[in-house]
């Protein structure tokens, strides 16, 4: 266990300080950058890819995955916008009731697929993602909601400033605490490692692995669901095409974060991170007069790259059988995944 | 219990794939996956008939065609590489990164086979690049690819920005839009051979039989003398290939380049193959199957086009179709083995 998070800990520390140089670095080109109102605008740029982050790494440690994100985000926004422009004077804790709630009902049904009948998460969540964005559509027939027919207190919510921060980056934040509690510090959330480092073990070890697939679903449902209102509230519209793709975006912010596609290894910080340095990327690339269609090019080099440099630690153990110094490295890792 | 049996044939797919006896009788034979496709096939096809007057016409069938040949052309080699239990989610952006490339090389004066080798060529070394990274350095192929997408995609963006290609030489729209005989099409044609090649490849040669080997058991494969690594950085660079020819068939068919081109192909390319009954797992799964999957996703597209459903519309029941036809066979296994 120890050398296990020792690297890990290693690992979020390099990509923190990553992040901060390129900061440090963008800031010397653009002073701009440095400025307070231009971090927090940062921090609240980014903040909806890390909640999707945070919940897609839950999903991911659990040894699944889920496509359906960024559907559920466009369904759910589109359901909280039309509820909205109905009834403008909703009070907001109702429509955030009704977000969580629709979001939790989409991961769960993907849970329920995935759990009781035993279909692969990524083929289930491909034909859900499908379902989801095609539902958008159903619902309004391919109109929009615009900003003026939404409520007052339905777009000013995310915008409102508690302290110098805005109720957005709250709320990403206090999800980053509640997961990092979550994960460190309840069973629930250590019986998720164990569920995804070694399914097997954890089953003979009176884990029910088959619920906890359910219950991550459920969360990451839920985390979506809430970040369906937050977009729509955000850029204040809504149609069928936003967060197109955007689920791409937040397997890749958990796969900079250092989160093992093959499930049990990953930290709330790495996913946090790796959002983090997405939206670095973004959001310098104006301020630095680069193209603004050089950020896809960009986002897959360091994908790739953060890929490779992670590698070491997942090689599969049946490489190194004969090689006797790396068996008990090996071994070593297997222990402490599990 | 039953938890038991779900985790463990998760956790050793190679291992359920293997029936406990041959399916021999009746019943199994009917309840292949290839004739359950094939009745929806018949199924839909005769729903059509009574739907529209227009479905039967030769031209508009072969018409029909050309709205998923090229993406039935990478299913047949992503069949193979996820019977290998690998996947490829790049195919997409290699379209787009081959078709930016042969619009930059018409653009510099290059003539149609020297687009289709650049076309061919681009697609080769995206495949191989992807192949090299998975095996090099043990990563899992969906990460890779996840990544390798962004790539490829985004060096057609930096490429080309908000521009976009749209002349091409004399002769280079044959690919796409020619004609073979009466209604067979080339692309159309070219498909069926290649589905030809790619099913005689799989289920007749030594070949073949090293996939099924590597994706019932990637350690036992390697220690029946098969190297592994290199028969999957063959599959990835045939992902690739395959991937190339399918941007020149499109870049040739609708005559221009923008960076956005195919968006979303690759998840039409694996929905095709996981309803042809290919498991997602690997070990197991038939062209014949694949085959037959292309027709019917073809047919309910161009069934529902013809009745005026929207594209989005159209993916709902796609999204529908994948998980029924998942969920179907294990539900019906399920219970016979109560029953």
Redesign the interface.
Known sequence: MPDLSTLLRRRELALGLIVLLLILAVGARAPVFLTPGSLVELLTDTSILMILAIGQMMVILARCIDLSVAANVALTGMITALLSSHMPELPIAITIAVALGVGLVLGAINGYLVAAIGIPPIVITLGTMSIYRGSVFLLTGGEWVNSHEMGRAFLAFPRATIIGLPVLAWIALLIALGAWYLLGHTRFGREIYAAGGNPQAALYSGIRTDRIQFQVFCLSGLLAGLCGYLWVSRYAVAYVEIAMAFELQVIAACVIGGISIAGGIGSVAGAVLGALFLGVVKNALPIIDISPFWQMGISGAVIVAAVVINSRGERRAGRLILREASIAAARGSQGARA | MS??V??????APGIAAIPDRLPVGLRDRLLRWEVILLAFLVLVFLLNTQLSPYFLDPWNLSDATFNFTEKAIIALPMALLIIARDIDLSVASTIALASTLMGAAAEAGAGPVALLLVGLGVGLLAGLFNGW?VTT????A???T??????????S??I???QSYGSYPEGFEYFGRGYVAWVLSFEFTLFLVLALGFGVLLHKTAFGRRTFAIGQG??AARFAGIDVERHRLMLFALVGLMAGLAAVLLTSRIGSTR?NIA??WE?EV??MV?LGGVS??GGSGTIPGVFIAVFLMGLVTFGMGLLNV?G??M??V???L??GA??TP??IRRLARRG
Not at chain 2, 137 to 140: I, N
Not at chain 2, 146 to 155: A, D, F, P
Request: charged share 10%; glycine share 8%; aromatic share 6%.
């Open positions: 938890t038991l779900s985790t463990s044939r998760r956790e990274l350095f043990a990563l899992p969906i990460v890779v996840i990544g390798t997408m962004s790539l490829y995609r985004g060096i963006y930096i080309l920005g908000d990637p350690e960076p968006t979303g998840l694996i929905t996981v997602i797992m929207p989005i519309v993916a709902i796609i999204g529908c994948l998980i998942i969920a294990i539900l």
